[in-house]
């Protein structure tokens, strides 16, 4: 079985963790990992073939639930894992065609689609990333943004 991750030391370490941890209770399982650099293992899972599992993260751009949902849905270019449920794919649209509108019923969508991806073990969430930040109450101004960081382009500092 191969995997394939990015060529960054976090990674590289969270994938020998899976590799050792699956190799240790799943016995006869052989993982080899393939490390490559960011941009070769994006095409690689991209492709969609040539590997088995696939290691990557996903940072949030805007703050919606579709940001992760579009990830598992059949024709996302970003679904690395292949994963295609036509069950899954029918709340994911719903929630994003007919019940967009209505937040109660696309949030709805959105749990039925978390519970086939979950039954389906479509992800294995392996870590979350953390970022602690210490504000002094004096600087005013400041944006933050999950992609882009912090932003001091209008910060000021206040008596």
């Given at each position: 079985?191969?995997?394939?991750?990015?060529?960054?030391?976090?990674?590289?370490?969270?994938?020998?963790?899976?590799?050792?941890?699956?190799?240790?209770?799943?016995?006869?399982?052989?993982?080899?990992?393939?490390?490559?650099?960011?941009v070769q293992a994006i095409t690689t899972m991209q492709r969609k073939?040539?590997?088995?599992?696939?290691?990557?993260?996903?940072?949030?751009?805007?703050?919606?639930?579709?940001?992760?949902?579009?990830?598992?849905?059949?024709?996302?270019?970003?679904?690395?894992?292949?994963?295609?449920?036509?069950?899954?794919?029918?709340?994911?649209?719903?929630?994003?065609?007919?019940?967009?509108?209505?937040?109660?019923?696309?949030?709805?969508?959105?749990?039925?689609?978390?519970?086939?991806a979950m039954n389906d073990q479509?992800?294995?969430?392996?870590?979350?990333?953390?970022?602690?930040?210490?504000?002094?109450?004096?600087?005013?101004?400041?944006?933050?943004?999950?992609?882009?960081?912090?932003?001091?382009?209008?910060?000021?500092?206040?008596?």
């Amino acid at each position: 079985m191969s995997l394939v991750c990015y060529d960054v030391d976090s990674f590289r370490n969270s994938a020998e963790f899976v590799q050792s941890s699956a190799e240790k209770n799943l016995k006869g399982l052989s993982i080899s990992i393939n490390v490559q650099p960011k941009v070769q293992a994006i095409t690689t899972m991209q492709r969609k073939t040539g590997y088995d599992l696939g290691f990557a993260n996903w940072i949030a751009s805007y703050p919606d639930l579709n940001e992760f949902f579009q990830l598992l849905n059949t024709n996302n270019a970003n679904n690395a894992g292949n994963y295609s449920n036509k069950r899954y794919d029918y709340y994911y649209n719903k929630a994003n065609g007919v019940d967009s509108r209505n937040a109660e019923k696309r949030y709805t969508d959105f749990q039925k689609a978390q519970r086939i991806a979950m039954n389906d073990q479509a992800i294995l969430a392996v870590n979350q990333g953390q970022i602690a930040r210490l504000n002094n109450p004096k600087l005013k101004g400041v944006t933050y943004a999950a992609a882009q960081g912090i932003t001091l382009k209008n910060a000021y500092k206040v008596k």
